[in-house]
């Protein structure tokens, strides 16, 4: 298995994590982030690996197919002192199960919720799951320091999301990590559940989990390393939430960050559909007249507690 070489190129580029429950308007963030001068909008990274040969990138072209990511794994495969990396054998993601169904935590839970790297270590040797996990994300920060250097940015915004994939790349290199922990209204998320076919009970279930599973894996991630924002909040007024998100990274605000102009990026979107429909920022707000009162009160009995802790009122 490939491993990272120990040169100058590490420790270089910083992260900007997006985590949050799966359609929060992580894509539309990345894209706005992206637009920044010193920041690059990377997407969902860990599809790399997953569906490089269908998965569009924002150019148009699959990602086996996309120029800009050809001479990225060329770059990676340099560094990695490799003839040629492909994007399938190239671990940036490790999937542990069918994980948001799982009962009881596994042992990398309990070393990723403890926050100690070196506990994750120890327990490498003993699981191959926590092992294949301390890989990707070495892999990834390797990635993203070959990103950072052939985009000129000191920032890469990794939109994946997920609270695991976000604890693992924190303990990798803590000081380089900063966490946008994006929230959105449940009703909506849910919502967007049904559209594609799922129940409402389950939505709302999963929309939880994902939540509390995030804060409890940021419970020992400094507060400072952290920023909560509301996706209804950038929708209304993105420039206010965009100069809080530039103090928060210790960057200059700059205007475009306000505008989605996906021309020349080479994202890789959690939801490909995105790049076609949205010319400009709009909230979508579709669940105040898609759902029924019958799948409200659902929502409410399995998740209204939370999504009023968030500040979501009936
Ligand atoms: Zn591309």
Known sequence: MASVKSDEMLEQSQLI??????????TLLDLLLGNHSAISGMGEIHRLSLQPET????????INNCPYWNKIAH???IEFGLPIIKWEEFCVTHIVGTKYLRKFPTALDLGLIAGQMSLLKIGSFLSSDIKKYINMAANSWLLFDVIAKVQKASYVVDSTKSAGRMKVLYLTRPKNTRI????RDGRA???SAIRRGQQMSQAAKLWQRVNKNLLLMMRTIPQESILTVFYENICRNPE?????????????YESIMT?????KTHNIPGNPMLFEREQEIQ????????????????FDDIAGNLNRHFGYEN
């Open 17 to 26: 994590y997006i985590a949050g429950a799966s359609h929060s308007g992580s």
């Open 283 to 298: 909230i979508d707000e579709r669940w105040k007249s898609q759902l029924t009162s019958f799948e409200l009160k659902i």
């Open 240 to 252: 206010r939430e965009m100069r809080k998100i530039s103090a928060f990274l210790n960057a200059p």
């Open 180 to 183: 946008i922990y994006l929230v």
């Open 259 to 263: 505008k989605l102009n996906i021309s």
């Open 75 to 77: 770059l990676t495969a």
């Open 55 to 62: 998965r569009l990138c924002s150019c148009g072209e699959t």
């Open 189 to 191: 998320v849910t919502a």
